[in-house]
């Protein structure tokens, strides 16, 4: 079974730093997609960025952007200038490619408590 | 972008009565959609995936007979918690796959649903 292993419960940036949150994971897949998502206060789960393990190349999305290493099956997460409107639970998550269409759920990891220093 | 909406947003039900929540994919439609427990200061767990037209596929230690899961039509899954228990408390999420997104692999998730029994 995959597992999705993130090691920081809580970590704290001033506003305007870089921080950078890790995720690892474990799998016997080769194809798969990876996911970063965020869930503020209100619950409500929100895609932050996505990686394709197929793809070299790191994901970003504007301040966001991704350090994915394959061989050592880790998947962190660098948000640049941090805003206050960061702050929020972020959960890493893994799916893996099934052959021929169809869809698996999302394995997730405990989640990293993100905190903004005014 | 695609909307994923959840009916009620919060239920209190007595020990024993059952509860039905909704999960309606707005703008798009999903052959696919899944749902996910969350228990307080914890990760999502994945539940089970409910396919339309056919039956749900659970997860290892998720009890089917309690859980029942409905995907009628393209829109609509719906999840019925049946003899709710309080150690069935807790925050169930839905998710749904864009069918005409099948390879951008993006899960679109709804508000959540609080249940709570008493």
């Known amino acids: 079974a995959q597992t999705v292993t993130q090691s920081q419960p809580e970590m704290s940036v001033q506003e305007a730093e870089t921080v950078t949150l890790s995720c690892t994971y474990d799998?016997?897949?080769?194809?798969?997609?990876l996911f970063w998502y965020k869930q503020p206060p209100s619950r409500q789960m929100i895609l932050v960025i996505r990686?394709?393990?197929?793809?070299?190349q790191n994901a970003t999305e504007n301040r966001f952007s991704v350090n994915f290493q394959k061989a050592a099956k880790s998947f962190s997460l660098k948000i640049s200038d941090s805003q206050l409107g960061d702050a929020a639970m972020y959960f890493c998550?893994?799916?893996?490619?099934?052959?021929?269409?169809?869809?698996?759920?999302?394995?997730f990891g405990k989640g990293t408590h993100l905190i903004i220093q005014p | 972008g695609a909307v994923v909406s959840q009916h009620p947003s919060w239920v209190i039900c007595k020990s024993g009565t059952s509860v039905k929540i909704e999960c309606r994919s707005l703008?798009?439609?999903?052959?696919?959609m899944f749902w996910y427990r969350q228990f307080p200061k914890q990760s999502l767990m994945l539940m089970a995936t409910?396919?339309?037209?056919?039956?749900?596929?659970?997860e290892q230690g998720v009890e089917k007979d309690k859980f029942l899961i409905n995907h009628a039509s393209l829109t609509l899954s719906t999840l019925t918690v049946t003899s709710a228990h309080p150690e069935d408390s807790s925050f169930y999420i839905c998710?749904?796959?864009?069918?005409?997104?099948?390879?951008?692999?993006?899960?679109?998730f709804g508000p959540g649903t609080r249940l709570l029994v008493l």
């Open positions: 998710s749904a796959r864009d069918l005409l997104e099948a390879f951008q692999e993006t899960q679109y």
């Open positions: 799998t016997s897949e080769s194809d798969y997609y």
């Open positions: 990686q394709e393990a197929y793809k070299q």
């Open positions: 998550a893994y799916r893996r490619t099934r052959s021929g269409g169809g869809a698996d759920g999302l394995t």
């Open positions: 703008d798009f439609q999903a052959t696919t």
């Open positions: 409910s396919n339309e037209g056919s039956k749900a596929t659970y």
